[in-house]
């Protein structure tokens, strides 16, 4: 059977980091309460007008190429996901594609906020096994700490800035991703949002008191909270499902990493120990899309998962979307 399975992965974090102690000197916060509420103790932020979203993407896709030990010309396409692009035109997947010379690639980003990388894997999986596709570059890259408030310390303790990627190749044997669960809610968009720039021309009567600036990343962290730990356990029951397969299963749950209360939350209503779910948000806080392919490099390079085993990413966002892939190693 015709299936796609990764072959090498790449993350890139700034060498920056802010701490929750450095926080509560900007805003009214203190470590007890960031750590104790979601887990987080530092994050690391892009500082060098150098370190954007391209460039971290492109580290995360250099390291994954390197690990896959294939050259850039090989990748048929490459896909996106971010929120936090550096331009809006041209897309990042194409600046990514300049930076690293994949001439022969096809190129577009995808926006599904923190969902945005597994919604990337299952578009590459669906090329692979149409059999359009070989090899396809994803990436995950996010500079959220420019959309941030630093004022709201009801946001800018949770987000962090970095990359991470995965490059899928088409395998004949059982090992590869063996399914895919996404979806979407517009009707609770508005839980998480970043309003683009207003429409202000010529021809729009009342203009003169709209921002030119773009506003801020704004969010009910409640109701995502809610949404969160009711969405990844019905996903993780559904996926397992069909795939004639149990939680029990399962030996590693790579969920999105946003608050490890919603992480624990999760392994206690599915009945399984925490130390199935590795985590990195303690270091890296909130990176969206970046999130679950920062943590599976993590686990690859440290041998945290291990070949035979089944794994499961899932992740929720901004959308609302969700989405989960059942991987064979
Ligand atoms: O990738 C998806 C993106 N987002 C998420 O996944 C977010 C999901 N939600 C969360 O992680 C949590 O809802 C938060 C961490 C954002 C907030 O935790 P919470 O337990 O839901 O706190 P809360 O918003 O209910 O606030 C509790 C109290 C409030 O004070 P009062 O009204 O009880 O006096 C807040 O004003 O904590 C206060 N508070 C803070 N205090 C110290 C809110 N932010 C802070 C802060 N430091 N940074």
Redesign the pocket.
């Given at each position: 059977m015709l299936r796609s399975n990764i072959i090498g992965t790449g993350s890139y974090l700034p060498a920056h980091t802010l701490s929750n102690h450095e926080l509560s000197k900007l805003?009214?916060?203190?470590n007890d309460?960031?750590v104790e509420?979601?887990g987080i103790c530092s994050r690391h932020i892009a500082t060098e007008e150098t370190e954007t979203t391209v460039f971290m993407g492109t580290k995360a896709a250099q390291n994954a190429l390197e690990m896959a030990g294939l050259t850039a010309d090989k990748l048929d396409l490459i896909l996106v996901a971010t929120f936090t692009p550096d331009y809006i035109m041209p897309n990042t997947a194409c600046q990514i594609q300049a930076a690293i010379h994949a001439t022969n690639a096809f190129c577009f980003d995808i926006n599904a906020a923190?969902s945005g990388f597994l919604y990337a894997l299952q578009t590459a999986d669906a090329y692979i096994r149409s059999g359009i596709y070989h090899s396809i570059l994803v990436v995950g890259t996010e500079t959220i700490s420019r959309t941030i408030d630093w004022q709201d310390?009801?946001t800018c303790?949770?987000f962090g800035d970095g990359a991470g990627a995965a490059i899928l190749s088409a395998s004949h044997t059982e090992k590869g991703f063996l399914g895919f669960l996404s979806g979407s809610d517009g009707s609770g968009g508005m839980a998480?949002q970043l309003k683009n720039r207003p429409i202000k021309n010529p021809c729009r009567p009342t203009t003169k008191d709209l921002p030119d600036s773009f506003p801020y990343l704004s969010?009910n962290?409640?109701e995502?909270?809610q949404f969160?730990v009711r969405k990844i356990p019905e996903m993780v029951k559904s996926i397992t499902g069909q795939n004639q397969l149990s939680p029990e299963d399962i030996s590693h749950y790579l969920l999105?990493q946003?608050?490890l209360r919603?992480i624990k939350s999760v392994a206690k209503r599915l009945s399984l120990p925490e130390e199935r779910f590795p985590v990195n948000l303690s270091e890296c806080g909130?990176t969206?899309a970046a999130s679950i392919p920062i943590l599976l490099d993590k686990c690859y390079r440290n041998s945290i998962i291990q070949l035979g085993s089944y794994i499961l990413l899932s992740g929720?966002?901004?959308g609302l979307t969700w989405g989960s892939a059942l991987l064979k190693l």
């Open positions: 805003v009214d916060t203190n309460w960031i509420r979601t923190c310390r009801s303790i949770l998480l969010m962290g409640q995502v909270f969160a999105h946003a608050n919603i909130n969206s929720f966002g901004g």
